[in-house]
Each structure stands twice: as C-alpha cells, then as structure tokens.
C-alpha cells in the first residue's frame, strides 16, 4: 500500500483522505522511507532554515490554549511593545551570520493595530536594506490593506498557522474562527504575499485532524508547513499533556509529505523534545526548519542545524 501511493503521488497525482489515514497505520520504517524519496523526487536536497525574533510579548487578548503569552492565563513570559528597529535588525543579521536564509518578525495579539503596521514597515526597509535577509512576519489577523503596505516595505512571506482542523479548532481556541484563520491567509495571498502555515501536533486532536488540516494547506496552495509539537507551558490549560513521542512526529511528517509533496515542511516548536533534534523527521519527508529559540521556549542554535543538515547529506537553500 505505501509503495502503492508513494508511485501515485510520483507520477503526480494526490492521495485521498482515505489513502492519507490508512498512512497512518503503515509500517513506520517503510512509510518514512518512500516519504523520503517523495522529499527526494520534489524538492531535492535543498533545506530551508529560518529563525524567529520575538518582537511584541505577551499580553495577547486570544485564548489560545497552548500559549504562554495569553492574557487568559497564568503563564509567565516577558511582557513588552514592539522592539525597536535597532534590535530587530541585531538579531536578523546575526542571524545571516549563522546561515539562516529567513527573518522572521513574530508579534503578539490579534491583530497589529495600523501605527504598530506602520513601524514594522519601518523595520521592514531598515532589515531589507543593511541585512538583505529575506524577510517574513506574523502579525494576527490583518486585512489585505495591511499586508499590501507590509510587502511593499520589503515583507516577502506571512506566518499565520490554522494550528489544527476546523473541527478540533474551537478546542484550541474560542476568540477567534478556523474562517478568520482562512480569511487572514487569502488577504496575504492577495497582496501578492507568500503563506507559511501548518499547526501543533499533541494539543489532543486525532490523526484525522491532521490530515484534515494538511488537506486544507493543500488545497490553499501553501507551500510551507510549520509542524509544531506542543511544548507544555506551566500555567495553560495544556501543561499537562505529555508530549508526543518521537515516532509519532516522524509520522506526521511522512503523511504530510504524501499529502504536501512540494513543500517545505518545516520542524518548528518542540522539536528539543524529540531527543535527536529532529534526525529522525528529516529523514522521514521533512527539509525545514526554524531554527534558533522560539517565541518563550529555547531551541536549537542556527550553527548547530547548518552543521546537522551537511551531515545528513542537505544544503541550506531558499525553498519556493
């Protein structure tokens, strides 16, 4: 049977969300082994790396269970405005030094109002022109005015996560909607921007809203995908979930790649978690990854991936 899809989705066809859930089932070793060459066949050796700054904290109206920087909850973080111009461009450029090919400036709340999208345009030209770095953001719920004045300051790529499956979504979060999540992709869409967006895997959801969710990235065209596993934080409603094993992660990103096959899909948060920095995933359909510390939780050095990706036979490259 994966031998079976893996020459379906060769040839250029897609698997069902029949085909995709009886992946689930597959031998691991043999499932992660076609994953790998479908990741060969589409993308070749190519390996994305980006980083994150976190450049607004804390004190964000949404209720999202997962997150520590949730004014709902009684997770401890930092707490500050947007950082200045000043520091956003220290850590892009330390950055390229290390080998990231990726800037990403990532923002608390719901929305940025429009002043706060007016200084990020600023920071924006001042990355763009003494960096060079290529330049992405996730900044809420912004309408596609926003994200035309954003990419016109130089911004090439929007982050912005379903996180999960429509279905799962209102277990996750209840302040806003699985459609504003759509709606906020399709405005970035339409200012002429690119969308990285993928989810969190162990928040509870079933194998079937993983699927889903990678069925709705399909569908949207998106062509990177951030695979997060949660990292339970002290003081949300999810701090006690036991974090996934490291096999069920390679799984996902083998499925994943049947369904996604020329993507860069993207080991992202909690891959510290995984005990082998993430070897395992990259030999099982993933070539990405954020690189770096996250938004409230450490991860791994930009120079320790560079060095991990040359021996697993990868070069760093910009993924379309």
Do not use: W
Not at 97 to 108: D, I, K, Q, Y
Not at 224 to 236: A, C, E, F, M, W
């Amino acid at each position: 049977m994966v031998s079976q899809l893996k020459n379906k989705v060769l040839s250029g066809e897609s698997i069902s969300r029949e085909e995709a859930l009886e992946l689930c089932g597959a031998p691991l070793d043999e499932l992660c082994a076609a994953a790998d060459e479908i990741r060969a066949h589409f993308c070749g050796n190519g390996f994305d790396i980006c980083t994150i700054i976190n450049a607004k904290s804390g004190k964000c109206s949404e209720n999202c269970r997962y997150c520590a920087q949730s004014a709902h909850y009684g997770g401890s973080c930092e707490e500050y405005s947007l950082i200045s111009a000043e520091k956003a461009l220290e850590a892009a450029q330390e950055s390229k030094r290390n080998g990231a090919l990726r800037f990403s400036l990532v923002t608390s709340g719901k929305r940025l109002t429009e002043a706060e999208v007016d200084s990020v345009c600023g920071i924006i030209r001042r990355i763009r022109t003494e960096c060079g770095i290529s330049v992405c953001g996730s900044f809420g719920l912004l309408d596609a005015a926003a994200f035309k004045k954003l990419k016109d300051a130089g911004l090439e790529r929007v982050h912005n996560n379903l996180e999960t499956s429509r279905r799962f979504f209102p277990e996750v979060c209840t302040t806003h909607t699985f459609d504003d999540k759509l709606a906020a992709v399709r405005a970035a869409r339409s200012a002429g921007l690119t969308v990285c967006s993928g989810g969190i895997m162990g928040l509870g959801e079933a194998p079937e809203d993983r699927i889903d969710m990678a069925l709705e990235l399909r569908a949207l065209g998106v062509r990177s995908v951030p695979v997060n596993v949660l990292n339970p934080i002290s003081g949300t409603p999810l701090e006690n979930r036991t974090p996934l094993a490291n096999d069920e992660v390679r799984r996902i990103c083998a499925v994943f790649r049947f369904i996604l096959p020329q993507a860069a899909i993207r080991l992202a948060g909690g891959r510290r978690l995984l005990g082998d920095d993430g070897r395992g995933c990259f030999k099982s359909g993933a070539n990405a990854a954020i690189s770096g510390n996250m938004l409230t939780t450490i991860g791994e050095s930009v120079k320790s991936d560079v060095e991990m990706i040359k021996e697993l036979g990868y070069k760093a490259e910009m993924a379309e």
